[in-house]
Structures are given as C-alpha cells and as structure tokens.
C-alpha cells in the first residue's frame, strides 16, 4: 500500500494526475480506512476537473475521523468542488468549517469572502426578480351584481329550517286536560295509561302548549272546546295567559275546515 501511495505521489508530482488517481485508488482498495489516500486523489480529481468525483471523495474521506489537518484539506477541497458544481452555500459552509479549525488560513478566507459575495448577488437576484414578477402579474378586477352561483352558496350558504320534534300527542292532551278540566280525563288509549305525567307549573304547560305544531296544536285545544260556560265560571278569575289560549282555541275552531259549531258557542261564552 505504501509502495502505491508513493507511486501515487511521484505520477502527481509530473502533473499525470489520472495516473495519480488510479494508483490511490489502487491504494484505497488495499485500506480503504485511510482518510489521507482520499484526500490526495480528491485533489487529483480537481485538478481534472472531476468535481463530483472529487466532492465525493472529499466526503468519504470525512467519514473516516481524519486528523485535525487532513480534515481541513478535505474541507477545503470540498468548498472547492462545491463552489464548482454551484452549490455555493455547501462551500460557505465548507469554507467556514475550515476557519474554525485554522483561523490563519487565508486562502480560505479569501475563497469565503468571494462564495458569500457570490450568495449576496444571488439573493439580490432573486429579490429582484421576485419584485419584478410581482409587479408585472396584474389581477384583472370586474364589478359584478352578483357572485357566480357555486361560490354564493359558500359565502352565503342556503338556511336549513330546523325541524321541530313531534310532540307526544297522549302527553299533550293529558296536558291540556290537567290545565283545563277538574273531572278525571277520559280513557285515551291502552298506552295512556302507562304514561307518568310528571307535575309542572301551569304557565309551563301553558307555553308548551303555545309552540305546538298546528297538527298538534288542535289536540290541545280539544279539552278546551268541551268546556261548558259553566266549566269556566268555575275557573274563576282568569290570568291573560289563560285567556288568550281559550280564545286561541276558539277562533282555530272555527277556522278549521270543519266549522266546529262548539268552538263558536265557546268563544262566545269565554267573551262573556
């Protein structure tokens, strides 16, 4: 191996630099853990010109912990075959790496000074262009009276009318019974009897009832509609609740298809 590194050395010397490479490569087969081998045919590369053949050798030989000194050669043969191939930030990073461990290398200073002027240009190119861009792309704007119907239903999308629960048509009569009647309510149904009403204040179901769906609404007011003039002398003194209720229950009476007779007797007894 050794006979081959100096053989490898002599051909460099003579400036036969692939007859240089190939006898460190021949030597880097016989130890490949020789970080010094890739660094001398990384320089043979550059100066064939070979910068990615050169950069990866460069890198290689960083995988191997190299001295302190070889690993600043193979830093700097980096920045270089970097810098070559255009990737200037890699040999800005490469070059500073190199000032860390050698503060006093001044070609590395030089070679950074002139990759970060290089960077700075670039940006300033890139700014530039950007601004041109963006000054030179002008959005057409148009007045209209309206937006197109696939992008109005996003901004103002269609209101959904909220369905209302069907109340319990047993739970609402046995309701209005209890609010109206003083004499046990009549049978409704088989079911009707396993229903538990549970006791309320009469303005609740009074408000219950008043937001029934119209369907339901009428069986509510049939409790109401039976009511003898006599039946509502016995109410007593009547709270406005409870007499805009009769008298909504009459007037559906009588607006109801079926001209309900009782509901009209019955408006006129609650108006007395």
Not at 150 to 172: E, F, G, H, S, W
Not at 213 to 232: G, M, N, Q
């Amino acid at each position: 191996m050794n006979d081959l590194k100096e053989k490898g050395k002599a051909a460099f010397l003579e400036k036969d630099y692939g007859k240089a490479a190939e006898l460190y490569g021949h030597a880097i087969d016989q130890d490949p853990t020789d970080a010094v081998l890739f660094s001398n045919r990384a320089q043979c590369y550059l100066n064939l010109k070979n910068w990615k053949k050169a950069m990866e050798d460069c890198t290689e030989g960083l995988e191997r912990s190299p001295t302190s000194n070889i690993k600043e050669k193979l830093l700097y043969r980096k920045a270089l075959a970097a810098r070559a191939l255009g990737q200037i930030t890699l040999a800005a990073t490469c070059l500073g790496q190199v000032l860390r461990i050698s503060s006093s290398n001044q070609v590395a200073r030089t070679q950074l000074a002139e990759v970060n002027s290089i960077l700075d240009h670039s940006q300033l190119q890139a700014s530039k262009k950007l601004k041109s861009s963006l000054n030179g792309s002008q959005i057409p704007i148009e007045v209209v009276d309206s937006l197109p119907e696939k992008y109005a239903t996003i901004v103002d999308p269609p209101t959904v009318p909220k369905v209302r629960q069907p109340a319990n048509l047993i739970l609402v009569e046995k309701m209005s019974e209890e609010l109206f009647l003083d004499r046990p309510a009549k049978q409704l149904s088989k079911l009707s009897t396993n229903i538990t009403f549970v006791e309320r204040p009469a303005m609740l179901k009074l408000r219950i009832l008043d937001h029934l769906l119209p369907d339901v609404r009428v069986r509510a007011f049939k409790p109401i509609l039976e009511l003898s003039k006599l039946d509502i002398l016995e109410l007593g003194d009547i709270e406005p609740e409870f007499l805009e209720l009769f008298i909504d229950s009459g007037t559906y009476g009588i607006k109801s298809p079926c001209k309900c007779v009782r509901a009209k007797r019955f408006l006129v007894c609650s108006i007395l």
